[in-house]
């Protein structure tokens, strides 16, 4: 069973589609017969993925080179496409930078990475979605989030920021359009967990790409909105433990970040057991 948005024919705009979860996704769509733009910043990594995907494709790939961040770009890029498909059935927002460090780190470096983590995916919704909403047709928003801007773990401030951000504008995204009225569009949030590329994933125990995918797509088909794999390393049921311990240092009033706190160590992990 698949989401009805992912038929022959339809179209997919996907970015950071040059490498990992998001080059998977084009071959992904590519071979169910969709069309498919891949956007990514890295030219050549994507015109190497761009041949890797027409080579399964059942219908048309092209590649754009945009940076998700640039609002204008993002513009130029929605009328290339509607002038070439005429519709656009699934915008995944896949693109992302980890440049940012924690709170002291370099202020430019976490300017850039809200422009992409978080402003990329809002620039494509911008464009993209009030189109895709006069089709009358199923569509899919799907926006790349993490278990970083949920749980927050000490390291990658900046990245936990925007990926937290990013979860509640796709939060309310999905509110806005189940209370617009005919609209057939629905957000999600796709939360990987673990994941590296087919030689590291069988050394160190993380999913590969594909399986994300598999598992996106078995959770779009039944409409789910919170899209959160596992991974090699980290099961569904310690994933649970670990956001509802989150969520609890703010209804049970402990220090943030608790998990890590050295006086809560034994608790959580007792918890969790």
Known sequence: MTHPAFEAGNTAVVTGAALGIGHAACLRFAAMGMNVCMVDIDGDALEAA??????VARSSVTRSVVDVGDSVAVAALGKDVFAEFGRVDVLFNNAVTRVGGGVWG??????RSMYVNYWGPVNGVRVFVPQMIEQN???LVINA??????TNPPGNAAYNVTKAALKHY?????HELRNTEKCQISSHLLVPGWTRSEEEAQARGAWVPAQVVDFMMDALATGDFY???????????MDKDRIRWAAGDVSENRPPLSRWHPDFKTAFESDSR
Do not use: F, M, N, Y
């Open 170 to 174: 796709t939060e309310s995204l999905q």
């Open 137 to 139: 047709s199923p569509g």
């Open 145 to 150: 989030g993490s278990k970083q801007g949920i």
């Open 227 to 237: 899209i959160v794999c596992p991974d090699g390393e980290t099961t569904a049921e």
């Open 50 to 55: 761009r041949i890797e995907v027409a080579d």
């Open 106 to 111: 370099d202020a430019d470096e976490w300017r």
